[in-house]
C-alpha cells in the first residue's frame, strides 16, 4: 500500500501528465522518444480513448 | 489473378460504384458484421474480446466462411482490453445472451460545462477520468497501472496492423478507408461521451451558451487538427482503398432542422468540402433515420458522398439524393428471420433498381451484432447470389 502511494498518477493537472510523461515508458519512433511536447501529446491521446470508452 | 490484382480490382469496384460515373465491372458487398462473427465462429465474446489470435481466427473464418469484397470491421469495435487495464470500462459483456452493452454514463454536469470550455484536458484529467475509472476516482493508481494501459493499447495497434496486412495479403481484401487524418465533431463528443443523450437534449434547452463553448474547446483539441491534416494531404484518392474517409454520427437522432443547422452542418460542409476539392470519398454513416437532413447534401458533388443508411428507404434515397452512391440495401432483419429465398429476392430487386446504373454497393444496413440477427444460411444465400450476379 505505501508502495503503491508512492508510485499514485497525481491527480491533478498539468502535474500527473508531466510525471507520467517522464516515467512511462512510450512506443514512440526513436526521434521523438525523448521529446517531451511528443510524450505529453501521446500521453494526452490516451486520456481521450480512455474517457470514450 | 494474383492476390494484389483481386485486391486493387476489388478497390476499384468500390471507386467505380462511389463515383456514379462508371458502372462497376460487377456490383461489390462488404461486410458490416461486427460482434456477430464471433458468435459465428463458435467463441464467447470475452474469449476473442481479450485475446487477438483469437479474434484473428475469427476475422479469418469470416472471410473464408462468406467472401466478401472488404470487412469494414476487424475486431476493432470492442477495445475493451484498454480500459479493462484501469480496472473497469463502460462495455457490458454477457457471454449467455451473447451481447455488448454500453452504459451511457456522462462525465460532466450541466453545470460544469463552462469549466470543461475553459480547459478540456484539466477537465478529463481531475474529473472525465474519476467519473469513469474507480481506480482513479479512489487516487489508487499507479504508475505501473498506466504502464500496463499504454502496452494494451500498443498490443491493439498492433493487432489493428496485422490483421489489416494478412487480410490484405492472404484474403485479398481492400482497406475499406485510408483516412487522412480524423475529424471528431465535438457536438458528437458531447453526446457519445461528455454529456450522454439526456445530458445533452437538457443543454441544448436549458444553456445554448455554455454548450456552445463546450462544443467550440472540443472542436479546438479533436476536429480541427482533423480537418487540418485532411486539407495538408495530397490532392486524389487512394485508389488501393474502398473509401477515403469515414464520417460516422450518431448526435443527429436528438436534432431538430434548425439544431442540425447550428451544431453539426457547419463541421460536415466544411469536410465535405476538402474532400471534393481532394476528389475524396466519404462513406457517410448516420445512425438511426437521417432523412429530414437530406436537403443539406443536394449539392454535394457526385463521387463525394457514399450513404450508408440504417433506417432510411434506399429506394427514397436514389430518387432524393442522385448525387449520392448508396452503400447498404441488407436489412438485418431479413437475414435474421427472413428466408433464403425472400433474402436473395431483396438483393435482386436492390440489384435491378439501384445497382442497374452503377451508384450502388450491397451491406447490411445496421451492424450485425448479435446472434439472431442472421441466420448463416441466409448470409451464404446472399453471399453466392452476389458473386454469381451477371447483370
New interface residues.
Given amino acids: 500500500m505505501e508502495e ?1 502511494r508512492k ?3 497525481i ?4 502535474e ?2 508531466e510525471y ?1 510523461a517522464e ?5 514512440l519512433p526513436p526521434a521523438l522518444a525523448d521529446n517531451m511536447e511528443a510524450r505529453k501529446n501521446f500521453i ?1 491521446n ?8 | 489473378m494474383t492476390n494484389e490484382e483481386l485486391r486493387l480490382y476489388r478497390a476499384k469496384l468500390f471507386r467505380d460504384a462511389s463515383s456514379l460515373e462508371r458502372k462497376p465491372e460487377k456490383i461489390p458487398h462488404m461486410s458490416f458484421f461486427v460482434t456477430w462473427k464471433i458468435l459465428d465462429a463458435g467463441y464467447k465474446l470475452s474469449e476473442a474480446m481479450n485475446d487477438y489470435d483469437i479474434m484473428e481466427k475469427v476475422v479469418r473464418r469470416h472471410q473464408e466462411e462468406y467472401g466478401f469484397d472488404c470487412i469494414l470491421e476487424m475486431g476493432a469495435r470492442n ?2 482490453r ?2 479493462m487495464a ?1 480496472g473497469n ?3 457490458y459483456v454477457n457471454d449467455e445472451a451473447g451481447t455488448v452493452n454500453y452504459v451511457d454514463k456522462a ?1 460532466c454536469e450541466h453545470d460544469e460545462l463552462r469549466e470543461l470550455a475553459a ?1 478540456v ?2 477537465f ?3 474529473k ?3 467519473r ?2 474507480d481506480k ?1 476516482a479512489d ?9 500496463r ?2 502496452d494494451e ?2 498490443a491493439f ?1 498492433q493487432y489493428m496492423g496485422r490483421i489489416t496486412q494478412i487480410m490484405q495479403d492472404e484474403y485479398a481484401l481492400p482497406p475499406y478507408a485510408a483516412p487522412k487524418g480524423y475529424g471528431y465533431i465535438g457536438l458528437d ?1 458531447m453526446f ?2 461528455v454529456r450522454g443523450i439526456r445530458g445533452l437534449s437538457i443543454d441544448m434547452r436549458k444553456d445554448k451558451g455554455a454548450l456552445q463553448e463546450a462544443c467550440a474547446a472540443l472542436n479546438e ?2 476536429y480541427k487538427p482533423g480537418i487540418d491534416a485532411l486539407r495538408a494531404a495530397p490532392e486524389g484518392p487512394a485508389m488501393h482503398a474502398a473509401f477515403d474517409y469515414d464520417l460516422t454520427l450518431l448526435c443527429h437522432t436528438i436534432l431538430n432542422n434548425k439544431q442540425f443547422a447550428e451544431y453539426l452542418w457547419p463541421f460536415m460542409k466544411e469536410t465535405l468540402d476538402v474532400l471534393a476539392e481532394k476528389k475524396m470519398t466519404v462513406r457517410l454513416f448516420m445512425e438511426g433515420s437521417s432523412k429530414r437532413f437530406w436537403e443539406y447534401f443536394k449539392d454535394v458533388p457526385k463521387g463525394v458522398i457514399v450513404m450508408h443508411p440504417e433506417q432510411d428507404d434506399v429506394f427514397e434515397l436514389r430518387k432524393e439524393l442522385p448525387n449520392v452512391a448508396i452503400l447498404g440495401g441488407m436489412p438485418v432483419s431479413l437475414l435474421g428471420t427472413g428466408t433464403k429465398e425472400q433474402c436473395v429476392d431483396r438483393v435482386r430487386r436492390l440489384f435491378e433498381e439501384l445497382g442497374r446504373d452503377g451508384g450502388f454497393m450491397l451491406t447490411q444496413d445496421k451492424m450485425v451484432s448479435f446472434r439472431n440477427d442472421a441466420n448463416p444460411e441466409n448470409v451464404k444465400a446472399v453471399c453466392n447470389f452476389v458473386r454469381e450476379y451477371n447483370g
Fill in positions: 503503491n508510485d499514485a498518477v491527480p491533478t493537472y498539468p500527473g501528465l507520467l516515467n512511462l515508458r512510450l512506443p494526452f490516451l486520456i481521450g480513448t480512455l474517457v470514450r470508452q | 477495445a475493451i484498454i480500459p484501469l470500462c463502460s462495455y462525465i480547459d484536458k484539466k478529463f484529467w481531475e472525465g477520468m474519476a469513469k475509472y482513479w487516487g489508487t493508481v499507479t504508475l505501473e497501472d498506466m504502464q494501459v499504454v493499447q500498443t495497434m463528443f457519445n461521451t483539441i479533436y
